[in-house]
């Protein structure tokens, strides 16, 4: 990690903002070593058609806050970018490994 970056961890919590910011897509939480590449092939599948088209089209963006590591994410704030915007009734985005019914 450069100076840059670990001043950007220090002061904000993510290194890589503003000059330095690398788009990304977390998909999952930690994964265990031996299921790693059964995963990946899994989600590359999933995402082969995104991946392969070659343009992926954004019509929003949601901001979300998680309270705590165990915690799911709730949505702060939908934005939907046609022009307007709307607020999404808060609801929750289940957790990573989560099991809704």
Do not use: C, N
């Not at 919590?13 to 690398?22: E, I, L, M, Q, S």
């Not at 998909?27 to 092939?41: F, K, S």
């Amino acid at each position: 990690m450069s100076p840059r970056e670990r001043e950007h961890l220090d002061r904000w919590g993510y290194p890589y903002v503003f000059d330095d910011f690398r788009f990304h897509m977390t998909l999952t939480g930690p994964i265990a070593a031996e299921r790693r590449d059964a995963v990946v092939a899994k989600l590359a599948a999933l995402l082969a058609p995104v991946t392969e088209a070659g343009a992926l089209t954004i019509d929003r963006i949601v901001l979300s806050r998680q309270e705590g590591a165990d915690a799911p994410f709730r949505v702060v704030h939908d934005a939907v970018l046609s022009g307007g915007h709307t607020d999404a009734a808060r609801g929750t985005i289940p957790h990573v490994g989560a099991h809704t019914s």
